[in-house]
């Protein structure tokens, strides 16, 4: 009986401990998200640190002041640049918006008739009616930017503050990360700290590059085909191009839907552009920007990414693929161990 007592107990506390931490967790999140955010960028401006320090000899608080600076007049410049040209064309849009609404009604009754024959006219008539309550539904979100524009700049400024000491100690925290490990199993933590560099590091400036280059080309070939608002479709496409598999086709449905208006160019049209982006990213840009840090199969992929947005929104579906690619990474590293060896042939 004490022994059944002291497992009971034991089971308990582990119990309390579990839903604690998982407590824990949740009461900082949008600190643990800040965190993540922060640590991404610096894995971005990391090897400009190194490279300054190697190419220039400078020491390290001077290279990481610089390069500090550097990241901070690149916002300045993408703020100044991006911001106002889309602020105009989210005015435009908004107050065209009525008339794009009138349009994507017109189609959505002329596909209603179109499928009376099929009988699914009442399936159509209730998808064209929660279409037209989500558009005002994203008017009514849109009437609170306000809020979550202030909300978002002082969680930059905080972004901003954590870049520069984490870019500071970044390699101290490693070098202490390493020293508390036993001398023994020192290689092994090496071996970790390369999985989480490869998965992490090269993945995020690979779509970093990958991604702009999506965009600035979608915003140009819809600019030339004469698709208004080619400038927000574009910052769209490179921001959902991050989301591997699915986020192209995510970003593509704006367009698509902004299309169906007789003054703006073919549905089939948009679709070919984003599709022919997409062939573009598949067979040239992913293959040599990001190389083979991607090893997954597509539908660990999208089960990763489905599973990461369930958990932690836009962001977990943007760290989805190379948290599945460490924890593969790991396991291979495992697979290697003494445990996996073969047993000599007697």
């Known amino acids: 009986m004490d022994k059944q007592w002291v497992f009971a ?26 965190l993540l955010i922060s640590s991404l960028i610096v894995y971005i401006l990391y090897p400009l640190l190194v ?16 390069v500090f600076l550097l990241f901070i007049l690149f916002c300045i410049f993408v703020v100044s640049l991006l911001v106002p040209v889309i602020y105009n064309e989210v005015n435009e849009l908004a107050d065209n918006f009525p008339h794009h609404l009138v349009r994507i009604q017109e189609f959505l009754s002329w596909l209603t008739q179109q499928t009376v024959m099929l ?6 008539r209730a998808f ?42 970044f390699q101290a925290v490693r ?17 970790l700290l390369l999985i989480v560099d490869s998965n992490v590091g090269t993945f995020i400036r690979g779509s970093l590059l990958r991604c702009t280059v999506v965009g600035l080309v979608t915003g140009v070939v819809l600019s ?11 910052v769209l496409a490179g921001i959902f191009n991050f989301i591997l598999y699915l986020g192209p086709y ?34 040239f840009l992913a293959p040599v920007v990001l190389g083979r840090v991607v090893k997954l199969k597509p539908i660990t992929v999208i089960v990763s990414i489905l599973a990461g ?38």
Not at 15 to 34: D, N
Not at 52 to 65: D, Q, V
Not at 147 to 168: A, E, N, Q
Not at 264 to 279: G, K, M
């Open 51 to 66: 490279y300054l320090k190697k190419r220039f000899r400078l020491n390290h608080g001077l290279a990481t002041a610089l």
């Open 175 to 191: 070098g202490q990360f390493i020293d508390s490990i036993p001398p023994g199993k020192r290689p092994l933590a090496q071996e």
């Open 224 to 234: 030339i085909v004469g698709m208004p608002h080619s400038l927000l479709l574009g």
């Open 128 to 169: 064209m009616a929660s279409i037209t309550e989500n558009l005002h539904q994203a008017l009514e979100y849109l009437a609170e930017a306000s809020l979550m524009l202030i909300s978002g700049t002082v969680d930059f400024i905080l972004v901003l503050f954590l870049v520069f000491y984490l870019l500071y100690d």
């Open 9 to 34: 107990l034991r089971l308990i506390s582990l119990l309390f401990l579990v839903v604690g931490a998982i407590w824990f967790f949740y009461s900082i999140a949008w600190l643990v998200g800040l």
């Open 309 to 346: 947005g369930s958990l932690a929104g836009l962001l977990g579906m943007v760290l989805a693929v190379p948290v599945a690619g460490m924890i593969k990474g790991i396991l291979e590293l495992v697979k290697r161990g003494p445990a996996y060896e073969k047993l000599p042939d007697k």
């Open 250 to 283: 995510i970003a593509a449905v704006p367009a698509v839907l902004l299309s169906l208006s007789p003054l703006t160019p073919s549905p089939l049209l948009i679709i070919i552009i984003y599709i022919a982006v997409q062939i573009l990213d598949g067979m």
């Open 119 to 124: 009988d699914i006219e009442d399936e159509v």
